[in-house]
């Protein structure tokens, strides 16, 4: 089956009243497990085709919304007033799918800034992330990131008398992916954003310094993938954050040569065998 071909399209309604846009992709036979996906900033649902494509055969369901401010969802883009804006938002995003597959087995996982929602969201809501087998972030964005330094200066100064203020984040497109095709894409992707403002900046970086202090904490099944030549968010971050888990269901894979946009890289099979195989180990039985 085509993975276009088993889509759907809807919204759900955030605690603010906003319209919020989402895909989802289902196999013809019984779902074993749900897959949820959150994007990162300036990126929407549609960029994770060659996951969908893997894993709807093997009778998963996939889950993908478009972040406030992104993609086709409404919102300033690029801009929040508080990051439990996106926290509130995926809680809404979950009890939808929990509507629709009230039993089947729950995984969770965000892209770059999508991953420092994802966990900031399993270890503010320790009795919610007891809902999921596992989480999975794909080149967690949870250290130095390829925004100029002076424009991450300029956000918190402006944070608070104009938070809306918004900047190019100037990070180079050419560092997304090693596949030229891929890089044409996006150029030409009307869904993508190179937004960022100044609330969202000060927001962004004092809840990854949160998550960073509260790793230990972490109680869920952990999977971290990242591209070791990756200059939107260096592998530093995440391999920090990995060493302060205490849990011993973790793992973390780095991959040589490989950019930000993991998913979408030349080699993405890999990534995608060893995704695949880490969730068939935290499958429930009955699943399994």
Same mark, same amino acid.
């Given at each position: ?86 926290? !509130? ?161 973790? !793992? ?17 099979? !890999? ?18």
């Amino acid at each position: 089956m085509n993975w276009m071909e088993c889509s759907r399209q809807g919204t759900f309604k955030s605690t603010d009243g906003l319209e919020l846009y989402y895909q989802s992709w289902h196999p013809e036979g019984q779902v074993r497990a749900i897959l949820v996906i959150v994007h990162g900033l300036g990126g929407h649902s549609g960029l994770y085709g060659n996951i969908v494509q893997h894993l709807i055969p093997k009778n998963y369901a996939v889950y993908a919304c478009d972040l406030r401010g992104n993609g086709r969802s409404p919102g300033q883009r690029g801009y929040i007033k508080a990051w439990a804006e996106f926290r !509130e938002d995926l809680q809404a995003f979950v009890q939808l799918i929990r509507t629709q597959y009230p039993e089947q087995p729950l995984f969770l996982l965000g892209h770059s800034v999508g991953a420092v929602i994802v966990l900031d969201y399993v270890l503010r809501s320790p009795s919610e992330a007891n809902d999921f087998q596992g989480v999975i972030a794909l080149a967690p964005a949870l250290g130095k990131i390829g925004v100029p330094p002076f424009k991450l200066a300029l956000g918190r100064l402006l944070s608070r008398v104009c938070p809306r203020f918004s900047l190019s984040t100037s990070i180079d497109l050419s560092t997304a992916s090693s596949d030229p095709a891929v890089i044409a894409a996006y150029t030409q992707d009307p869904w993508r954003h190179t937004q960022g403002n100044a609330r969202f900046a000060t927001e962004y970086l004092a809840t990854v310094a949160w998550i960073q202090e509260h790793a230990a904490d972490l109680q869920v099944p952990l999977l971290i993938l990242h591209g070791g030549a990756d200059q939107v968010a260096l592998p530093e971050g995440g391999c920090a954050f990995f060493q302060r888990v205490t849990i011993l269901d973790k !793992e973390r894979r780095e991959y040589p040569g490989v950019y930000h946009e993991i998913q979408n890289d030349r080699n993405y099979q !890999e990534m995608l065998t060893d995704l695949d195989n880490w969730l068939e180990r935290h499958l429930p039985p009955q699943a399994s």
